[in-house]
């Protein structure tokens, strides 16, 4: 990170300094909340965790080299610094928002109900063919995570992409406020959270009031092709920018020829040229992600080469949408997360495989009172997407496990298994998989379900 001294710390925060006073004019060299990141002349938040207090780890940060630590509690009388702090956490917010405001670079925000992972990998991929990306790493996308990546961002660093997930009302204002976006893109509007937000207008509103603490001359791109996003007006003036498979998108794909397993190619159009890029990732959902980075892209100054090149660049990552080849069996692996909309998308997915095809599928959470209906649906879904077994492992997945049950018919044929834990399904593994299967693995995190993924690949 770029240099912040105590004594600037301090006054981010709102805390109060003990310590020599001589040490004040000390500049920190990075932010952590994890003890074992602990570097020389770095500052350590002392986060309350569920399982473990950072607080009992501040000694032993200070004898490994820690500039400083911040506590919520008293230390009394010690040999090193603190800076004393109502919340920790809140602390950690403070001064993230005020190293983001000491950073001249280019912030884009992305997020949205599904793909906003996915589309950050995209949008950097795209961006990295030209400027020197920062981009947020793993599921580092909430109050504690943001704040550790934007420290991460460094002198050399011109651009960062950062992913924003809320999950309850409110959830967004801070991480707006850490991000300050100079770009705004937001996915799509769907039933993720739905629980906690009541309906998609709910969502909608708490997802795009990123743009609340937006760069006034920034540009707002949006997926328009979702009916909530379609609709929108800033409140803030700034004309949205919409991307989609709409010919009437300014960002917009013709000539989509998915190649099944192997990705999708296809013609981007912008306000002023097209050209050509092979999508190595599978899905439709990914000329989507395409569609918005060729839009940032755009607004940043990128020409059509480069972000040819970067669509063409973008690799896959773990848990999502990651082909793995285990010599017995072809796994899709999208267990990070999972929503109706996703999972559909999956199932789009796995209906291209050339082989027999095998949906694993988990529950889904936070969908609210209609959340058995919707599982319902998903198994009806993938009957009617012909895939050809069906296992649904935990308790709402009954649900879909019925609704492929009721799907199947004389046209459509499926063979369909419930398993109420993944120690079942592991038991009877090898009587339902057979040699040469496809199969997708796909839940909510909650469940778990990389553990399949080691299984089925070993």
Aim: overall charge negative.
């Amino acid at each position: 990170m770029k240099h912040m001294s105590i004594e600037e710390m301090t006054q981010a925060c709102g805390g109060i300094y003990h310590g020599d006073a001589s040490l004040k004019d000390r500049e920190a060299q990075g932010v952590v909340i994890d003890s074992r990141k602990v570097q020389k002349d770095y500052v350590f938040v002392a986060i309350k965790g569920a399982r473990v207090d950072g607080h009992a780890f501040i000694p032993q940060v200070m004898e490994k080299g820690a500039l400083c630590a911040v506590s919520e509690i008293d230390l009394g009388d010690v040999s090193y610094p603190y800076i004393k702090v109502e919340s920790c956490e809140q602390a950690l917010k403070d001064l993230a928002e005020h190293y983001r405001r000491s950073l001249n670079i280019k912030v884009v925000g992305i997020t949205g109900s599904v793909g906003k992972t996915s589309t950050k990998e995209m949008i950097a991929s795209v961006l990295s063919q030209k400027y020197n990306v920062l981009k947020t790493e793993g599921n580092f996308n909430n109050e504690i995570g943001l704040p550790l990546t934007v420290f991460n961002i460094r002198e050399e660093h011109e651009i960062a992409v950062l992913e924003m997930g809320i999950s309850h009302f409110g959830d967004m204002e801070p991480l707006a406020r850490i991000a300050r976006p100079d770009i705004c893109v937001i996915t799509n509007i769907g039933y993720a959270h739905l629980e906690n937000m009541g309906s998609r207008d709910g969502i909608l509103k708490e997802k795009t009031s990123m743009t609340d603490y937006m760069n006034p001359d920034g540009s707002i791109i949006l997926n328009g092709d979702d009916d909530k996003l379609r609709g929108y007006t800033p409140q803030n003036g700034i004309a949205p920018i919409f991307f989609g498979l709409d010919q009437t998108c300014p960002f917009h794909a013709e000539s989509v020829q998915n190649r099944g397993l192997k990705g999708t190619d296809a013609e981007f159009v912008t306000p002023s040229s097209h050209f050509h890029a092979h999508i190595s990732i599978p899905g439709d959902h990914m000329v989507y992600n395409a569609l918005a980075g060729t839009a940032v892209g755009y607004a940043l100054g990128m020409t059509d080469e480069e972000i040819s090149r970067g669509i063409e660049a973008l690799t896959p990552i773990a848990g999502r949408n990651n082909l793995i080849e285990t010599g017995r069996y072809t796994i899709i692996d999208d267990c990070y997360n999972a929503n109706p909309a996703s999972m559909r998308a999956s199932l789009d997915v796995l209906s291209c495989a050339d082989t027999r095809k095998v949906a694993i599928m988990g529950d889904m959470f936070e969908l609210g009172p209609t959340e058995k209906e919707m599982h319902y649906e998903t198994g009806k879904y993938a009957v009617n997407k012909g895939i050809d077994v069906v296992i649904c492992i935990g308790e709402l997945s009954a649900e879909t496990a019925r609704g492929a049950k009721e799907a199947v018919s004389s046209e459509k044929h499926a063979e369909v298994h419930h398993y109420n834990t993944k120690d079942e399904f592991f038991a009877e593994k090898d009587s339902v998989l057979k040699e040469g299967d496809t199969i997708l693995v796909k839940a909510s995190h909650g469940m778990e379900f990389p553990e399949i993924v080691t299984v089925l690949g070993t």
